[in-house]
C-alpha cells in the first residue's frame, strides 16, 4: 500500500529534481573556471554550513587503459531525522505567519532543528560517459568516526600511497604514485567523510545525538546519497555501496533505509571485513560471560596468524586447507567443550587445550589459565610475548615492540601505527595540491566518538524502540533489504589476518541472515592474503579490484 506521505513525497521530490537539474546543467557547463569555490548563497537553515563544489580534471591508468576523469571536491548539507517535521519558523524559515525561529531543540520531541552537518565527497566522474550506463559506487570507512581516507588513499582512488607490506614505513616524504588499481573503470566513486571525520562537521545544539548513533549515521548517509543524485542526475545510474569495517553494518542499515523508506533500490552492497552483529567483536567476550561464540568465530584467525609467524607445528602446510580444519574444530569440538563450562571432564580440557595449543601456538598452561578463552587483545600481547613483540590488531601480519611487556592485552596495534602517517599525510598533500581544497582547514582523519555514540538500533519490523545496552545487530536489516528487492546482491570481502573483524565471522553472519535460503544465491565471496586493510598488500589490492569490478559488470544491468 503506498502512504499520502509518500505521494506527497514523491510529488516534492519531483519538483525538487526538475530545479535541481535545471541547476545542474549550468553547474555542469564546460566553461566553468575549475580549481575554484563555486559561490553558493548560504541558506540560514544551514547554520554556519554552505555546500560546497571544486572541480578538476585528469587521468589515471588501469590495467594500461587511460582514463579521462573529472574530480568534484565538495560539501553537502544534510539534516537530522526529523528535519522535514520541524515548523518552517523554527528552521530559520519564513512562514505564512512570519514566526521568528526559535533556535532551540522543540519541546521534548527529540528533534534536533539547529543541529546540522556538512559532509565532504570527493567525486570521480569518467569524462564522456553516460549517466545511464555508468554504475556510481558511494564508498566510506568505518570507525565509528573514521574518514574514508583509508579506501580513497590506498585502495580505489586514481592515486594511492606506498606503504611497506607488513612493516613499519619511513617517514615522509610519501610516494604517491598512479593507481593502476582504481575503480574507475567499472564504475564512478564517490568517496564520502562521515559527520564530523575528515572534512565533514557538525554543529548545533545537540549534534551528537542528532549525528553520533547507528540510526542518526544511516539517516544522514541516506540524506546525502539522495541529495547526490538528485545534484548530479545520478538517480538513473547503476548503484552500489561499499563499506569497510564499521561501513558494513552502516551499509546494511542504510541500504533497507533506502529501499524501503526512499524507494530507491540498489545493484549491490559490497562489504570489507565485515562486522553486522557487534555482539560478536573478539574484543568484546570477556564483557558477556556466557557468550562464547566470539571465541569460536576469531580461531581461525589467530591460527592464521600463528601460521603466518611460524608459530605452529602447521607453519609448513598449505594456509587454506588448515584454516578449513579449524574452522570445523570451531564449531564441533571446540564449541561443545565451551558449551559445557564447569561441567567439561578434565580429560576433555586437556585434550582441547593441547589442541589449541597446535592452532594458536599459546603454552597450554596459559590456555588453560585463561579457561580455554582468550580474546583478541590477550592473543596479540601473548603469541610473541617471548620477544617483547606485540602482533598487529587490523593486520596481524604486522608487529611491533610491546609498550608493556607485563600487560595482560596489547596496549596499541602496530599495523595503524604502520601506515597511518602515510595515508594522512599523502591525502592533505593531494586534496590541496591536486583536488584544490582545503586550504586553511584540519583534516580529522577519525575522532573520537565513543562516549557520544547511540549503539541502540532500530531493526526492521520491530514495534517498539530498543531499549539498554547492546551492541547492535544490523543482520536483519541486510536480509530485510534482500527481501524487499531479490534482486540485490551482496559481496563479502575479507582478509584472514583481520583479527578486528575475523573473516569466519563474517561467513557466520552471512549464513544466518534471517531471510529465505534460496537469497543465499545473492551472496558471493572473496577472501585475501591479507588483513582488515586487504588493499594495504599490492597483490591484494589487485585481486580486490578484479573481483569487485567483475561483482559490478555482473549486477550492473547495463546491457
Known sequence: MISTFRLRGASTALFALLFTLAACAKA??????????????????????????????SSVNVAGQRIDYQAIAGTIIVHPKGWDDVPPAEKGEKSDKEEKPSGGDTAGDGKNPSA???MFYTAYFKSGAAPERRPVTFIYNGGPGSSTVWLHMGAFGPKRVVTATDTHSPAAPYRL???DSSLLDASDLVFIDAPGAGFSRVAGKDK???FFGVDADAYAFGEFITSF?????????????????????????????????????????ILLSQILNLEFSPDRPEGTPGMDLPYQLVLPTYAATAWYHKKIPAANLALEPFLKEVEHFAMTDYALALQAGSDLAPAQREAIAAKLRDYTGLPIAYIKKADLRIDGGEFRKALQDDTDTTTGRLDSRFTGPSIDPLSQRADYDPQSSAISSAYVSAFNDYARRELKYGEGRAFKSSIQVGRDWNFLHQQPGV?????????????????????????LKVMLNAGYYDMATPFFQGIYEMHHLPMPLKLQANIEYKFYDSGHMVYAKDSSLKELHDAVAGFIGRTDNVK
Open 28 to 57: 555542469d557547463d564546460p566553461q566553468k573556471d575549475e580549481g575554484k569555490v563555486a559561490e553558493v548563497k548560504r541558506n540560514p537553515a544551514d547554520g554556519p554550513f554552505k555546500p560546497e563544489e571544486v572541480r578538476s580534471k
Open 116 to 118: 546540522v552537518a556538512s
Open 177 to 179: 604514485i598512479n593507481n
Open 208 to 210: 551528537e545525538k542528532a
Open 229 to 269: 543524485l538528485a545534484k548530479y542526475g545520478r538517480w538513473n545510474s547503476p548503484k552500489y555501496l561499499f563499506g569497510e569495517s564499521y561501513g558494513t553494518p552502516r551499509s546494511a542499515v542504510l541500504v533497507n533505509q533506502l529501499q524501503s523508506d526512499r524507494a530507491t533500490d540498489f545493484n549491490g552492497v
Open 463 to 487: 514495534q517498539f524502540p530498543p531499549t539498554g545496552r547492546q551492541g547492535a545487530n544490523v543482520l536483519p536489516d541486510l536480509a530485510n533489504a534482500m527481501k524487499i528487492n531479490p534482486n
